[in-house]
């Protein structure tokens, strides 16, 4: 009895593919820590630098509201990069949240022997795809938000400069 026990116990292991449980929990992990990564973005900051921007802009505005120097125009366009920015974020979150269900539905169907081999094959390698595009999205995002930021420094002491200038006058 209890060696019918066991042996039925294996078989059921074996049906219920722990190699893609196995798979599937990595994939998982994968994507938590890189989501984990990801979400320590400070979109307070951005934000913040957005309000800045316009308060600077707006202060020059007050000063010398016909002035259009590449420096204005290049400090309008980081705000605008920085709202696409904070837009994107919340896509990428959508994305990342998405994923995880799906990669959640994917171990009780594979736990509950709903697919076949053929059929979970197929639907792991969606999601493996899946996981690999959002990951260059965060990657691809991060490069670009940090590239923002420099820009914003740089662009930030000149408008800084400029109202200092421009004040005296």
Do not use: W
Not at 70 to 76: K, L, M
Not at 77 to 88: G, M, P
Not at 136 to 160: A, R, T
């Amino acid at each position: 009895m209890v060696a019918g026990i066991m042996v039925l116990s294996s078989c059921s292991q074996e049906k219920k593919r722990p190699d893609y449980l196995t798979k599937i929990d990595s994939l998982t992990t994968v994507l938590a820590n890189d989501a984990s990564a990801f979400q320590t973005i400070d979109t307070t900051l951005i934000s913040s630098k957005i309000k800045n921007i316009e308060s600077q802009l707006a202060n020059l505005d007050l000063i010398d509201s016909s002035l259009r120097i590449p420096e204005r125009i290049n400090y309008s366009e980081i705000s605008k990069s920085f709202k696409l920015f904070l837009e994107e974020n919340n896509q990428i979150i959508e994305e990342i949240n998405f994923s995880k269900k799906q990669l959640s539905n994917l171990r009780i169907d594979t736990e509950n022997e709903l697919l076949n081999s053929d059929d979970l094959k197929l639907y792991f390698e969606q999601e493996c795809e899946a996981v690999a595009i959002l990951q260059h999205k965060m990657e691809l995002y991060q490069k670009k938000i940090n590239s923002q930021l420099d820009n914003y420094e740089v662009f930030n002491s000149k408008i800084g400069y400029l109202l200092d200038s421009l004040s005296k006058n």
